[in-house]
Antibody, heavy 125, light 111 residues
Framework: QVQLQESGPGLVKPSGTLSLTCAVS?????????WSWVRQPPGKGLEWIGE???????NYNPSLKSRVTISVDKSKNQFSLKLSSVTAADTAVYYC??????????????????WGQGTLVTVSS | QSALTQPASVSGSPGQSITISCTGT?????????VSWYQQHPGKAPKLMIY???NRPSGVSNRFSGSKSGNTASLTISGLQAEDEADYYC???????????FGTGTKVTVL
């Protein structure tokens, strides 16, 4: 059973950089899956931030692209998120998630089948 | 890319059936069979309930079903139970550069 666990500071100062890591267990980050970050402001809906493949290829939400960097560390079986120039609007629960893959058809799927438990990041001075 | 439109709330009595709609455009919901649905209890991570419009992952109750007509997808919960009370989000692949778009979310209340 694949498990994902987010970790990182729960408080970041305005204009600073938010940094989170997602550790993957029960499976390999080098499998045929894309690995995503999704966030949810308090009391609001979900927003996809971006994703990475074990090769290092990335896709980002255009609304955040100028401030986001997602990287992968295959040796530690984890991937990370950096969000720069944060403001109060970036306060949210941040989830890491795995995008599905169909091993029968050999195709990437457009849903998230495993999620971390989420970590609240507050932007405040 | 705007969020997909869902009703803010839907309610029903135990045993009843309810349906949650998710309206998008031909660039997302209407153009591809890549709609998924997630259940989220308070303080918990989302859980995949339906993928590719109407497929259930292993372990998800067959009381949950999905469908799509045009630019609107729907999630139906039959035989409503107290444990179904949660927030529900739809999601779709989008041909815009955003790649994924989520719905606005629907709070399901079991009366």
């Amino acid at each position: 059973q694949v498990q994902l666990q987010e970790s990182g500071p729960g408080l970041v100062k305005p204009s600073g950089t938010l940094s989170l890591t997602c550790a993957v267990s029960g499976g390999s980050i080098s499998s045929s899956n894309w690995w995503s970050w999704v966030r949810q402001p308090p009391g609001k809906g979900l927003e996809w931030i971006g994703e990475i493949y074990h090769s290092g290829s990335t896709n980002y939400n255009p609304s955040l692209k100028s401030r986001v960097t997602i990287s992968v560390d295959k040796s530690k079986n984890q991937f990370s998120l950096k969000l720069s120039s944060v403001t109060a609007a970036d306060t949210a629960v941040y989830y890491c998630a795995r995008r599905g893959y169909d091993y029968i058809w050999g195709s990437y799927r457009y849903y998230f089948d495993y999620w971390g438990q989420g970590t609240l990041v507050t932007v405040s001075s | 890319q705007s969020a997909l439109t869902q009703p803010a709330s839907v309610s029903g009595s135990p045993g009843q059936s309810i349906t949650i709609s998710c309206t998008g455009t031909s660039s997302d919901v209407g153009g591809y069979n890549y709609v998924s649905w997630y259940q989220q209890h308070p303080g918990k991570a989302p859980k995949l309930m339906i993928y590719d419009v109407s497929n259930r992952p292993s372990g998800v109750s067959n009381r949950f079903s999905g469908s799509k007509s045009g630019n609107t997808a729907s999630l139906t919960i039959s035989g409503l139970q107290a444990e179904d009370e949660a927030d529900y989000y739809c999601s779709s692949y989008t041909s815009s550069s955003t790649l994924f778009v989520f719905g606005t979310g629907t709070k399901v209340t079991v009366l």
